[in-house]
């Protein structure tokens, strides 16, 4: 699914690295990555079964560098752990061992997730197959669910240096028998550690590539369909990203003009989905799986191998009056002459110009970007980063918390953390700040 989700227009494969489902190829790789695809030695499956039955990953010195093991995370550090007595649930990963290294090095991991205090959605049917719907109003930062992922894998496949046999095969041919591999050598040792009923509900997920006959199997399919950008564990030779899927998460629906956001939690392992905007009870949750800021034409060729011709107002009512908009929102902080820095230095350098010069430019803004329902939007914190800036220049105490508020709400829904936000809505936070009161003085 969107950004970091599988962008799995079409999948392309290289000679060696890495192929990403958007097609998109590997050009540097600052770190090659070992081969791994003609052979899966048997020594990376890092799990197995005690007496008892339980899954228990040893947690050896094993230095797998950049090699992918199986493993379940997170974990007690006890090898006698019961994997299946955890409450909140558990992942179970295709990574390199130096990420999985990482990742038990992280301060705090791992900690028990944050739950919202009383269940605030439902998942049934929509307009479209299943989707997830509010239990009850909810508003910008409101926690709607938390969960850990069913699965993580790369967000691409990783691709030996030498695959001299497939030389002379078309590149179709070369995709099918690279997908074909990749399936059954790595996602389906992976799908095998679920538990049954895990597997299960996993084939119950959407899977927009069943009929595509391109040589992936359901597993990937699945994967492709519902995975969701982890960029908080992305190794760090290009295009090192990993995808997750998720029992409820994978279960929301896209929209041009979204109503929440996820983030992923790396201490606690999980995602959180919080609103973004006001969402009334019974309302059904919508996030974006691409970059609304774009042209609705390149969102809708993005969106196509998701089976997904997207009927949101921005789509279809007046195309070409929203791309427009969206372009002037973009500009709005992006552009050189109308970006918010460049208003911000000539509002700071020029006395004359009014008190609300900023104010007034920003809110124009906002109020188009909560008609184009584009709050998810870095246009949107943007926005708010300069009327607070403008108030506190002002030496406007109540408004700089006002906005610093929402602006916290929103750091709150894209990395789940509220230090951002209990700093905001403290007045004296605005009045330590050295623009305090400085348009006065
Ligand atoms: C991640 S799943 C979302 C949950 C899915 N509806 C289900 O029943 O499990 C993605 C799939 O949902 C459908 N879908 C999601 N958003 C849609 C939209 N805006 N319009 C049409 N179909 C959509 C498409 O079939 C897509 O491949």
């Known amino acids: ?33 070992k081969p791994l695809f003609a052979e899966s030695p048997a020594g990376l499956v890092s799990t197995y079964q005690n007496d008892v039955g339980y899954k228990l990953l040893p947690h050896d010195a094993v230095d797998y560098g950049d090699d992918l093991i199986f493993t ?33 090095a992280t301060p705090g991991f791992s900690k028990r997730p944050v739950y919202p205090p009383e269940t605030r959605h439902a998942i049934r049917p929509s307009k479209f197959g299943l989707g ?3 239990t009850q109003d909810l508003s910008i930062g409101d926690l709607i669910l938390t969960e850990r992922p069913l699965l993580i ?14 030389e002379g095969l078309s590149e179709e041919d070369q995709t099918r028998i690279c997908r074909e591999a990749w399936e ?3 996602l389906k040792p992976l799908f095998d550690r679920f538990e049954p009923e895990t597997q299960a509900e996993y084939m119950a997920l959407a899977n927009s590539h069943a009929q595509d ?64 905007r006001n969402i009334k009870a019974g309302e059904e949750i919508f996030i974006s799986y691409c970059d609304g800021l774009s042209p609705a034409a390149d969102r809708k060729k993005f969106l196509a191998p998701y089976q997904i011709t997207c009927t949101c107002t921005s789509c279809s009512l007046d195309e ?5 908009r969206r372009r002037g929102i973009l500009n709005s902080v992006t552009g050189k002459e109308q970006s918010i820095s460049h208003h911000f230095d000539s509002w700071f350098a020029d006395r004359s110009l009014p008190d609300d010069y900023m104010i007034a430019n920003s809110l124009r803004w906002i109020s188009m970007i909560e008609e184009e329902g584009l709050q998810v939007s870095f246009a949107y914190m943007h926005h708010l980063q300069a009327m607070v800036r403008s108030y506190t220049a002002l030496g406007d105490v109540k408004n700089a918390v006002k906005y610093g508020k929402i602006l916290g709400l929103w750091h709150l829904s894209h990395d789940g953390k509220d230090d951002m936000l209990r700093e905001l809505e403290d007045p004296a936070y605005h009045q330590r700040n050295l623009e305090w009161n400085s348009r006065h003085s």
């Open 72 to 104: 379940s995370l997170p974990i007690s550090p006890f090898l006698t752990e019961k994997l299946a007595e955890s409450p909140d649930g558990w992942t179970e990963c295709l990574i390199t061992g130096s990420r999985k290294r990482e990742i038990f």
């Open 132 to 134: 997830v719907f509010a």
């Open 1 to 33: 699914m969107r950004r970091g989700f599988l962008k799995n227009a079409k999948q392309k494969h290289s000679k060696e690295g890495v192929t990403t489902f958007d097609g998109s190829r590997s050009e540097a790789i600052s770190k090659e990555p």
């Open 153 to 166: 894998a790369p967000a691409g496949m990783r691709m030996p240096g030498e695959l001299g046999y497939l």
């Open 213 to 276: 006959n391109d040589g992936g199997g359901p597993i990937l399919g699945i994967l492709r369909t519902n995975g969701i950008e982890v960029s908080a564990i992305a190794d760090p030779w290009d295009k090192g990203q990993y995808t997750a899927v998720c029992r409820k998460i994978s279960r929301i629906n896209h929209s041009c003009s979204p109503s929440a956001e996820t983030s992923f939690d790396l201490v606690s392992f999980s995602y959180q989905l919080r609103a973004i």
């Open 320 to 324: 070409a009056a929203s791309d427009e």
């Open 184 to 186: 059954k050598n790595f």
